[in-house]
């Protein structure tokens, strides 16, 4: 079974930059489209970003100007891109794709 694998989650003040990653073990990206979820403590789970097999892209409300989801099928990684990170925006991030979730990521915004 292909697993995920996010990275890049940490530490980031308040108008902050952070990149995610998300590395599959096979090459998933081409054949399904890939989400990056959130969760915060005490709240559901959210979508945040989709890219499609055919690469077009849709992004949730509270993000949207601010993330950007893009993927490397060579790489077989999925990117997101999160910049004038605002506290709301601490949570797991999640990459999910095929059925398959990742193990999650943590971003912390706070000066």
């Known amino acids: 079974q292909v697993q995920l694998v996010e990275s890049g989650g940490g530490l980031v003040q308040p108008g902050g930059s952070l990149r995610l990653s998300c590395a599959a073990s096979g090459s998933i990206f081409s054949i399904y489209g890939t989400g990056w979820y959130r969760q915060a403590t005490g709240k559901q789970r959210e979508l945040v970003a989709v890219i499609t097999k055919g690469g077009f892209t849709d992004y949730g409300d509270s993000v949207k100007g601010r993330f950007t989801i893009s993927r490397d099928n060579a790489k077989n990684t999925v990117y997101l891109q999160m910049n004038s990170l605002k506290h709301e925006d601490a949570a797991v991030y999640y990459c999910?794709?095929?059925?398959?979730w990742g193990q999650g990521t943590l971003v912390t915004v706070s000066s």
């Open positions: 999910y794709c095929g059925g398959v």
